[in-house]
């Protein structure tokens, strides 16, 4: 799920028009990218997915046209563009401008902690926290004196709740080396790229897809630790998504009136799914005062990242008991 993005809605899709280009004055990978952030501005885009500014997303869709992973970007910046390479460049800058899907539809991709996932319009842009938080929270590498987890390998069941394209339950696949892994979405079509997903990374043996409503699928099983990112856009920040949030599923971002009436059902239903141990951990986006005027005795523990503060909780089985 994405934060929900209070700015007013663009301009409707094709009513932005790209200004001319001649022949040979555009030449490098960074001429290209300060073009495509001077387009992207005029146009008023919105950027909350995956990339949060022009300059980054016009890298990246100047990256994904040439080929090139991120991390590539730098080392190719001074490099010149042949003319056909140069045509795909503009064409998905202008198609970034008028249609105003995002720039991770254009391409079908997108990246989380530096892996690259397959995405297209039957799920949401994966732009989630959590990611972040196995990796400073939960025994890895990053985590010295933050673990909620000490030893990752002894994580021997994970559940990922509205898994959308499979992402976290990908990455979680890769931070709990010894979990088993079950996926569960309300949307068939989400499934089917989380199976995308999910084949590329070859791990059809370590996660299971299970299509259904929250815990339905899954019955009475019971895990080390549960992850989930909900929609949980309220009623106001659902009429105020920009035109952008508007190519995405709509059912990814709904949280009902005010934003927490599935987050409410997975509190009410995670103790009877998760070890003595086990935990829960869940994205809310800006819907912390909401969370704790409903649940003012309720011990979350909340949990900060590089770009967010407060939008993700932590709460163990004993304290949801």
Not at 231 to 244: F, N
Not at 261 to 274: C, E, G, M, N
């Amino acid at each position: 799920m994405a934060k929900s993005v209070k700015t007013p809605p663009s301009p409707k899709a094709g009513t932005a028009r790209l200004p001319n280009v001649g022949a040979g004055e555009l030449q490098t990978l960074l001429d290209y990218v300060r073009y495509a952030v001077s387009c992207f501005q005029a146009a008023e885009l919105v950027f909350a997915h995956g990339t949060i500014d022009p300059v980054a997303e016009a890298a990246f869709l100047v990256g994904e046209a040439l080929h090139l992973r991120p991390e590539q970007f730098e080392s190719f910046a001074p490099a010149r563009v042949t003319a056909a390479e140069g045509k795909t460049i503009l064409d998905l800058i202008e198609a970034r401008v008028t249609t105003r899907k995002p720039a991770a539809y254009l391409v079908n991709k997108i990246y989380m902690r530096g892996l690259p996932f397959y995405v297209d319009e039957r799920v949401i842009v994966p732009r989630s926290f959590i990611g972040e938080l196995l990796a400073s929270h939960f025994g890895g590498s990053e985590s010295e004196g933050t673990s909620l987890i000490d030893d990752p390998f002894a994580v021997e069941n994970v559940l990922d709740l509205c898994t959308g394209s499979g992402c976290l339950a990908i990455l979680a696949s890769r931070h709990f080396p010894d979990a088993a892994i079950d996926a569960v979405d309300i949307s068939k079509d989400a499934l089917g790229v989380a199976a995308r997903n999910v084949a590329d990374y070859d791990l059809a043996d370590r996660i299971s897809l299970h299509h259904g409503d929250l815990f339905a699928p899954i019955k009475g099983r019971r895990y080390d630790l549960i992850i989930s990112n909900p929609p949980y856009v309220d009623a106001e920040g659902m009429a105020a998504l920009p035109a952008e949030c508007h190519a995405e599923p709509k059912l990814a971002f709904d949280g009902g009136a005010d934003g927490i009436d599935i987050i409410r059902r997975i509190l009410a239903q995670a103790r009877s799914h998760l070890t003595a141990e086990g935990g829960l951990l869940c994205e809310v986006g800006r819907d912390r005062p909401q969370i704790e005027a409903a649940y003012p005795d309720l011990p979350l523990l909340w949990l900060d990242t590089e770009d967010s503060e407060g939008e993700v909780f932590w709460i163990t089985a004993a304290d949801l008991a």
